[in-house]
């Protein structure tokens, strides 16, 4: 490892990217899978998601196609897609890699574990999605994702994504 004193993902040349960041988005947690052994269940914090409506109305998501998530995922075909709260920002972290978690990340929450994959306790809103298409986009893998069951519930400090940094409304 190096260590020198530019930024590690510089964005100056990077209009795009730049532009992401100035969208903001709410950040869930999508998880899927069961068990302990490595490989049968993984989480993603992802802040690349629409609402597409309709009957059912889907899910979109843009993910790594190279993230453990995308693989059990695809496995499954099923997965719960919970939105995190202010509280959670060290679990979303976890999640996304850039923060360690001993023992995993799914150590530092309560889940409870469903037909659709682990969901979080605390987590006021979920939706459970099934996988309808995978797709490469740019970088990313463009999931499709109807929705099977959906709860919503208080919203009263959701966390946000915005440049690089979360955020309260």
């Known amino acids: 490892m190096t260590i020198h004193s530019g930024h590690p993902f510089p964005t100056e040349d990077d209009p795009a990217r730049r532009l992401r960041g100035r969208l903001g988005a709410a950040v869930t947690l999508w998880t899927s899978g069961a068990g302990t052994t490595p490989g049968t269940r ?4 992802i802040t690349s998601v629409l609402l597409a409506n309709g009957d059912p109305p889907r ?3 843009l993910v790594d196609p190279d993230s453990d998530f995308a693989d059990v995922f695809e496995d499954t075909g099923r997965a719960v897609v919970q939105l995190l709260s202010w509280g959670h920002r060290d679990l979303a972290d976890a999640f996304a890699g850039v923060a360690p978690a001993p023992g995993g990340p799914f150590r530092m929450a309560e889940f409870d574990q469903t037909p659709s994959g682990p969901r979080l306790r605390g987590a006021t809103t979920w939706a459970d ?3 309808e298409s995978a797709s490469p986009v740019g970088w990313s893998l463009l999931l499709t994702c109807p929705i099977t069951e959906v709860v919503v519930g208080a919203d009263d400090e959701p966390l ?3 440049r690089g940094r979360y955020a309260r409304p």
Not at 42 to 45: K, S, V
């Open 160 to 162: 946000l994504h915005r």
């Open 42 to 45: 993984a989480g993603l914090t």
């Open 129 to 131: 999605v099934t996988l």
């Open 59 to 61: 899910l979109l998501a």
